[in-house]
């Protein structure tokens, strides 16, 4: 089903732990991987050192935000228990922390104690969960108490499963209809409103079902939250032009246009720089067509 590309007011103000950010032009979120198992071998950090100049490269060329995961999500993968994720994640923080004390830092897991311990001990500014709370119901819970914002994906099944025939009756409105009840029990039980929806391109969606979500983008804006995307040198990419994740940036850059156009809010991006073009390209089109309209 193609929806029609209507754009929806959405919620453009979120308190990042007493500070306020405006939404008011798409945002990019520099990925910090921690696993030894990425899919992406380019994006892997394998020392202290490593992760200070990733870091501070993405900060100098646009990246609003820096997303720190110790859990490979990629298709098949086995997710690390508590205590490996805590061990390769709380020392990065403490680095970013030092070194980048103004950073708006975010952290990729589902875990409801590590998302509560990265918080209160770390001063981590926002929690992004692929699963929206389904993997640990605890998760809810923990955002309310820590007040701060909060991303939710789209997943269906698990990392292990989760490419494993992976079927909808409509994927647009079935995924849809889910972010209304997620958003709902958020907002109506535990009085949160600092919230992204992210679809989740490749988690648990065919080839088709990517490219189907990513024309019809726009339409989860209705639900009045931004929308993230992550789509940055997956499959979906890879898999059409026959190349691999390290040949996929050229791709990645043309998706994500598509995606800025069809009212994403914010792009996860391994590279940050083409991001930023793309972002800076669009808006000048956009401010020009607005200034001859104006006249």
């Known amino acids: 089903m193609t ?96 070194n980048f004390p103004d950073a708006i830092l975010s952290v990729d897991t589902w875990r409801a104690s590590i998302a509560r311990e990265a918080v209160y001990e770390f001063g981590v500014d926002m929690i992004n969960d692929i699963s929206a709370g389904n993997l640990d119901p605890a998760m809810f819970q923990t955002i309310a108490e820590c007040r701060v914002p ?21 994927v647009v409105q079935d995924i849809l209809s889910f972010f209304a009840r997620k958003t709902q029990e958020l907002v109506r039980k535990f009085h949160v409103h600092d919230l992204f929806i992210d679809p989740g391109f490749g988690f648990g969606k065919t080839l088709e079902h990517n490219y189907i979500l990513l024309e019809n983008l726009n339409v989860f804006r209705m639900l009045g939250f931004p929308v ?21 940036l050229n791709g990645t850059t043309v998706l994500h246009t598509i995606a800025l156009l069809k009212g994403a809010s914010i792009l996860r991006v391994h590279d940050v720089k083409p991001a930023t073009e793309a972002i800076r390209l669009l808006n000048f089109m956009k401010k020009a067509n607005a200034d001859t309209e104006g006249k």
Not at 159 to 165: A, G, H, L, R, S
Not at 228 to 246: D, N, Q
Request: aromatic letters at 8%; glycine letters at 6%.
């Open 3 to 98: 929806h029609k590309n209507t754009f929806f007011p959405v919620k453009k103000t979120f308190n990042f732990r007493g500070n306020l950010l405006h939404v008011d032009f798409p945002l990019i979120m520099g990925i910090l991987n921690l696993t030894p198992d990425s899919f992406y071998e380019g994006s892997r950090i394998g020392n202290e050192e490593d992760l200070i100049l990733r870091a501070s490269n993405m900060l100098k060329e646009g990246a609003h935000i820096l997303d720190i995961g110790a859990c490979s999500t990629r298709p098949g993968a086995e997710q690390p228990d508590e205590a490996t994720e805590r061990k390769r994640l709380f020392p990065a923080l403490q680095v970013l922390r030092k």
């Open 150 to 170: 909060y991303i939710m994906m789209h997943m269906q099944g698990t990392p292990q499963t989760m490419q494993k025939n992976p079927v909808y009756q409509d």
């Open 228 to 248: 993230v995307v992550g789509i940055s040198r997956k499959s979906m990419i890879h898999r059409i032009l026959s190349c691999s994740p390290e040949e996929a």
